[in-house]
């Protein structure tokens, strides 16, 4: 199995910015509807943004809202995750997903998605 590749995590302080990157070594995106999630301590895996494979449609959890925009670079085959505003209860393992399927079917079921990346840090201090 292909694994996705993550980046751009880091400690920040409240009301920082930090922008996440998820390549695929040796594949390609275009097929793939993408997504991140996000798992913080002591809590289960949750949603928070997808975009549609041909990048024309986004969804976020509400908690994000206004705050995270995702976005797609087919050329370079990059999925990115621009965060503002970070807030601590942002603090979590961020991890980039891809599958065939289409964008919603991808954040009903998750546990079924083609790839997953290994996750990448995020630790936001009040």
């Known amino acids: 199995q292909v694994e996705l590749v993550e980046s751009g995590g880091g400690l920040v302080q409240a009301g920082a910015s930090l922008r996440l990157s998820c390549t695929r070594p040796g594949g390609t995106f275009s097929v793939y509807s993408l997504g991140w999630f996000r798992q913080a301590p002591g809590k289960e895996r949750e949603f928070v943004a997808a975009i549609s494979r041909s990048g024309g449609a986004t969804n976020y959890a509400d908690s994000v809202k206004d705050r995270f925009t995702i976005s797609r670079d087919h050329a370079r085959n990059v999925l990115y995750l621009q965060m503002d505003s970070l807030k601590p209860e942002d603090t979590a393992v961020y991890f980039c997903?891809?599958?065939?399927?289409?964008?919603?079917?991808?954040?009903?079921?998750?546990?079924?998605?083609?790839?997953w990346g290994h996750g990448t840090q995020v630790t936001v201090s009040s």
């Open positions: 997903t891809a599958d065939r399927a289409p964008m919603a079917s991808m954040i009903a079921r998750p546990d079924q998605n083609d790839f």
